[in-house]
């Protein structure tokens, strides 16, 4: 029987870089280990980590996996805080096991979905014209001028984290921050914000109308 070891291993390859987050994105750079985006927000450059601190692992096949925040991030009533560096051992061992569990379970699925008509998209490619003419709507739709304002920044951590404060105080804009929210396909809005900011500011807006209450309110 063929040791589970290589497998392992293999599935951790499909990781290219790490990135940790906090507030202010003071941590732009690609990291190649969970244990450096760890000390990132252990470090005395992170702004409020306990808040906003987030660690993503990126997948060679485009996919972003964010790490749980439960391994690094202690919760104790309405006070949290980021992992004291003595239990950096211990976390990395926890994440990397979460991380092997993940990741098989994708490639199952994946490997499932390659097995029914795996000829059909390469049918539809064999008959595709790559040297076609667009057609006339897609051209004008190319061409046309800008109406409005389409193109908006897209709002930083900073920027909606001092809109829930304004909106819901520090301690349970906190609370809200990390709690899972069905308009956000049931996920917290921390990890959210690393995907679609603009659909987490939004939902911020709209309670500083009185449109929503904070969930679990």
């Excluded at 499909?14 to 450096?36: N, S």
């Excluded at 003595?86 to 994440?95: F, I, K, T």
């Excluded at 595709?128 to 897209?154: F, L």
Aim: hydrophobic share 40%; glycine share 4%.
């Amino acid at each position: 029987m063929p040791s589970a070891q290589p497998l392992n291993e293999e599935l951790l390859e499909r990781i290219f870089a790490y990135r940790a987050f906090d507030l202010r994105d003071h941590f732009p750079q690609p990291l190649e280990t969970f244990r450096q985006a760890l000390e990132c927000l252990q470090s005395d450059e992170s702004y409020l980590p306990d808040m906003s601190g987030e660690i993503v692992a990126y997948l060679r096949d485009g996919r972003a996996l964010p790490i749980p925040e439960y391994f690094f991030i202690l919760q104790v009533g309405n006070s949290s805080a980021v992992v004291p560096p003595q239990e950096n051992d211990y976390v990395c061992a926890a994440v990397e096991t979460w991380l092997r569990e993940e990741l098989l379970k994708t490639s199952t699925v994946l490997e499932k979905a390659s097995t029914v008509r795996p000829a059909r998209l390469n049918i539809l490619l064999d008959q595709c014209d790559p040297h076609a003419p667009e057609p006339d709507d897609i051209q004008a739709w190319q061409h046309m001028g800008n109406v409005g304002r389409e193109i908006i920044d897209s709002p930083s951590r900073e920027d909606i984290w001092e809109v829930a404060v304004q909106v819901m105080g520090e301690v349970h804009a906190r609370r809200w921050m990390k709690t899972t929210h069905p308009l956000l396909d049931c996920k917290s809005p921390n990890l959210c914000i690393v995907t679609d900011p603009a659909r987490v500011y939004g939902l911020v807006l709209q309670m500083s109308t009185g449109a929503h209450a904070p969930h679990g309110e």
